[in-house]
């Protein structure tokens, strides 16, 4: 089957109006979400008809071109709301409510929120009461399931008629008007707001369409939360763009529940982290995954453990991708038909690269991208609600990458995951790959603490309790690695610090280290 061409009128108009075309192209009938935690299960219809209904409401307590946060596990819910806000031209902001307090409410800050989109059940649920105490003085929060139930005759109406005649009541929106706002994970310090415009995100959901085969009999799971890239474009915005229905699952960590709905479901494409989809298989019995034909692992390095442990268990091939929230997110990733593990792919089609040398790091570069996915800018902390534009265009992602003469990127590591030992640049990546060859079930973060003698030291945080130097040592000198990469020192913890997107949060990370090692230093 031939990958269409990329077709850049599909990218030119708003979300919602990509939503509306796609619900012509496949039919109004046609199911495209089912929503795995509570069973519901919505036409394109049903999910523009609802739309229109909150939408009618929201519009009563929030303005034209306000920016409205959304807190809610991914579900339809969310993908509602989602839907709801462009509807009327209020602009999603998704909040990460794993962040942490004082993350979230910078976030606030940062995107100049004055209304938060929840519900009260997840507030129960998650424990977060206390998060919303403290929110409380600087936003309005709205809880939907209470909402939904105090919907107006003119909420119901509008949202039939709108079903009908969309025109006469959607906003009018413009491709490069902004589409969502996201902020990066915190891995590496405060989050930073990301402005996608509506064309950014539709150029990567085109992007993606004309990259991996996809069909409309597939079935996509998702279990990855909304406020992270990948789980928002990937698993909520691009199925319902493509006629791929989706099915979405609130959270990731239900490690022995996932398997047994993709199962359930006959899920052809699965979207997981490595963390994620290593727990699956180890927790899923046999037969759990064979209506997977597509495991799309983005957010962090696939390890070959993992590749090994799916591909016997399960007889899949996992496809490995790299994205940041800057490129709405996808940038690379392999295919089924020219798969490298080692690699995150070629970049997808119009995503311009261009490389910048590093000192100390040889045959790679610092990464630089250019396409219509890339973002409109930064929020700017000093001036919240400004952008802080691209000058040129090109996003410095901050990874150190080598490509191939097949165009192949390998990612080496983020340069700040980088140590300086003596002079010489060590990757904290390597450190962490040479633990996992030597206990694969565990999880390991390593990162750099400073060093009076030689500038920088290395120190590893393991759940292995079997980690050791002299173990560390012999591998790497047996496999050609060199003696900088073994960390100075190991710490054994029972659980290394995750954040809810899956990657290592190595903020926490640095904070045990420096906890470990300061006191015994002075």
């Known amino acids: 089957m031939a990958l269409p061409a990329y077709d850049a009128k599909r990218t030119e108009m708003s979300i919602f109006d990509a939503l509306l075309k796609a619900r012509e192209t496949y039919g109004g009938s046609r199911e495209i979400l089912w929503d795995a ?80 989109l929840t519900a009260k059940r997840f507030i129960d649920i998650g424990k977060l009461e206390d998060l919303v105490e403290h929110m409380k003085p600087s936003v309005n ?35 490069g008007e902004t589409g969502v706002i996201l902020f990066t994970s915190g891995t590496e310090g405060d989050p930073k707001g990301v402005v996608l415009s509506h064309q950014n995100i539709l150029a990567n959901v085109e992007q993606v369409r004309c990259h991996i085969e996809l069909s409309d009999t597939d079935i ?16 909520a915005i691009l199925p319902m763009m493509v006629g791929v229905k989706e099915i979405l699952y609130p959270s990731p960590l239900h490690v022995s529940i996932i398997p047994k709905k993709i199962r359930e479901s006959g899920a052809t494409i699965m979207l997981a982290t ?37 591909r016997k268990k399960y007889n899949i091939e996992i496809v490995e991708g790299y994205g940041v929230t800057e490129a ?28 910048e040398p590093v000192e100390g790091i040889p045959n790679a570069g610092r990464l630089f991208i250019k396409g219509p996915n890339v973002m409109a800018g930064y929020l700017s902390p000093s001036q919240p609600g400004v952008v802080q534009k691209l000058a040129d265009g090109w996003h410095d992602t901050g990874d150190v990458v080598a490509i191939d003469k097949h165009g192949h990127i390998a990612i080496k590591g983020r340069l700040k ?55 560390l040592h012999g591998w790497a000198h047996n496999h050609g690695v060199p003696e900088l990469a073994v960390p100075r020192k190991i710490i054994h913890v029972d659980d290394v610090p995750l954040l809810g997107t899956g990657k290592t949060n190595y903020v926490a990370v640095q904070k045990i280290a420096d906890a470990e090692i300061e006191p015994k230093a002075a």
């Open 37 to 116: 935690n509570d069973d519901r299960k919505l036409s394109y219809d049903e999910v523009v008809r609802a739309a229109f209904a909150l939408g009618n409401a929201l519009k009563r307590m929030t303005a034209k071109g306000e920016t409205v946060a959304i807190m809610l596990p991914t579900g339809a819910a969310a993908v509602i709301a989602f839907f709801a806000l462009h509807a009327f031209g209020r602009i999603p902001a998704m909040l990460n409510f794993t962040a942490g307090e004082r993350a979230i409410l910078a976030a606030v800050k940062l995107g100049g929120i004055k209304t938060v």
């Open 141 to 175: 929060l709205v809880h939907l399931d209470e909402l939904r139930e105090k919907l107006t005759l003119v909420d119901k109406l509008t949202a039939v008629a709108g079903t009908k005649m969309p025109g006469l009541f959607k906003a009018r929106q413009k491709p």
């Open 220 to 235: 996509l799971f998702n279990p990855l939360p909304t406020f992270h890239c990948f789980g928002l474009t990937v698993g």
């Open 274 to 310: 490595d963390t994620f989809i290593g727990h699956y298989a180890r927790q899923g019995d046999q037969g759990d995954l064979n209506s997977v034909r597509l495991a799309v692992c983005g957010a962090e390095r696939v390890r070959d453990e993992t590749r090994q442990l799916v």
């Open 328 to 355: 709405s997110p996808v940038v690379a990733a392999n295919q089924v038909e020219a798969n490298r593990p080692g690699t995150v792919g070629r970049p997808l089609p119009h995503i311009e690269t261009r490389l």
């Open 417 to 471: 995951r980088f140590a300086k030992i003596g002079g010489e640049m060590v990757s904290l990546t390597v450190v962490e790959n040479c633990a996992s060859a030597l206990w694969p079930d565990n999880h390991h973060a390593a990162v750099a603490i400073p060093d009076a003698r030689k500038g920088e030291q290395i120190v590893l945080v393991t759940d292995s309790k079997e980690a050791n130097r002299p173990d």
